[in-house]
Structure formats: C-alpha cells, structure tokens
C-alpha cells in the first residue's frame, strides 16, 4: 500500500552540472534578448528557471512586457542549446543517488516523483544523461507555475492522476539542498529532507528547521528509514 510520495529536487540534489549549464542559459539569452544581464554571478540555487531568467534581465534594465514577450523563445532556445551542448561528463552524480532511487523505487509503499525548478526540457535532459528519468513518472517544473510554492500542490494532483491515491500533507516528502526546498514542503505541511550536497552548508539548511539534515545520502538505509518514517 502506497504510503508516502517522495519528491526530488534535480540540481545540488540529485546531481550536479558543469558550469555548461549557466554558459548555456547565457548564450541563450544573449541570442535572444542581447544581454546576457547578471546570470554570470547571480545565484540559481533553488530558484524556478523562469525567475533566474526575469531575474538577471531586469538587473539589465529590461521591464517585464519586453521579457515576456521573448521569454519562450529564450526558454526552447535555452532547451535546445542544453540538449546539443551538454555531456555526460558535465553531469556528477551525487554519492549514494543510484543506490538509493534504486532501493526506493523497489518498495511498494512509495512513489517517486520531481518537484524542481528546472523546465522540463531541460530538467529531463539532465537526467537523462546518468540514466535518471525511469525513476520518475511525473513531476511539477518551472512550466508549471511561477512560484516554486505552488509546485508541491501540482504534484499531489499528478500522483493522484498517476496513483488513484490523494495524497495527504504529511505523507509527502519534499527532498532539496536549498532553504527554498524547505520552504515549498512548508507551504503544504509537507516533510521535508534537506541535503547539503549543493551550495548551502549544513548549518545553512538547519537554520531553516527541515525535518531532517543530512551531509550527503551515502548511507541508503539511514536516508529510506528516514523517508518512510519522517
Ligand atoms: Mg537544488
């Protein structure tokens, strides 16, 4: 019987890009709008692809019509750059990742899913390299909404059109590196597993009260016992 629904965040999470992925979003933006605006330093951790895009162009004095009018050329522009450019090589995997999707993914009790800020293109892309997207069947994306907050709701629906099962808020676990992670999963009541495999410290992450903190998830029977019984 299905138990929890465990949803992943992809980068500093699941795997890491080469820089690749930034140059990609800034030669995309460049082609599209000619500026690549601050997208060399600001920084993405945790955020939807669609605000790092409104983001680094308004800190180049563009408004939001001008923005939006382009913007889907710039995010299929950014997609497909990504798939021509990208490597299996600029993707590293995180210690512990095959093992543990693999044990998850064989119990009868969980459902796996994404919940990222990547658009779909490009966040199935990245996955696809380290053979990644069988783990899982759905997932909410920066297509989806604005707001990484109004992803985990997207989510439960698309579990239950997957699953028949409506998930409740404590039976959804939300898994990222960055306090917006945590953050989403709160905005449902959800459980949320923080990781310090990304770019925040795990005094950084603890700060922002997860319900539970883990340096990496090189032990998959410490992190599963905690994912069923968080
Ligand atoms: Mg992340």
Do not use: W
Request: hydrophobic share 40%; glycine share 6%; with cysteine.
């Amino acid at each position: 019987m299905l138990k929890k629904l465990v949803l992943f965040d992809i980068d500093g999470t699941l795997l890491l890009v080469s820089n690749s992925n930034r140059q990609t979003l800034i030669d995309a933006l460049t082609a599209v709008y000619g500026t690549e605006g601050n997208a060399r330093s600001h920084n993405f951790a945790g955020k939807m692809d669609s605000v790092i895009i409104y983001e680094v162009l308004k800190h180049a004095g563009l408004n939001d019509d001008h923005i939006a009018e382009k913007f889907n050329t710039v995010k299929h522009t950014y997609i497909g750059l990504l798939k021509k450019k990208l490597r299996p090589e600029d993707v590293m995997l995180m210690k512990g990742i095959p093992e543990l999707l693999q044990t998850l993914s064989e119990r009868k009790d969980v459902v796996l899913g994404l919940l990222t800020g990547n658009f779909e293109g490009s966040g199935r892309h990245k996955l696809e390299l380290p053979v990644l997207n069988h783990f899982f069947p759905f997932g909410a994306f920066a297509d989806d909404a604005y707001h990484r907050n109004d992803l985990p709701a997207i989510a439960v629906q698309r579990a239950h059109n997957l699953t028949g099962k409506r998930f409740k808020a404590e039976e959804v676990v939300i898994i990222g590196d960055t306090e917006h992670d945590i953050n989403c999963a709160r905005t449902i009541q959800a459980k949320c597993i923080a990781v310090a495999t990304g770019t925040y410290s795990s005094e950084q992450l603890n700060s922002h009260r997860p319900h539970a903190l883990f340096d990496n998830f090189s032990d998959t029977e410490k992190v599963i016992s905690c994912i069923v019984n968080v």
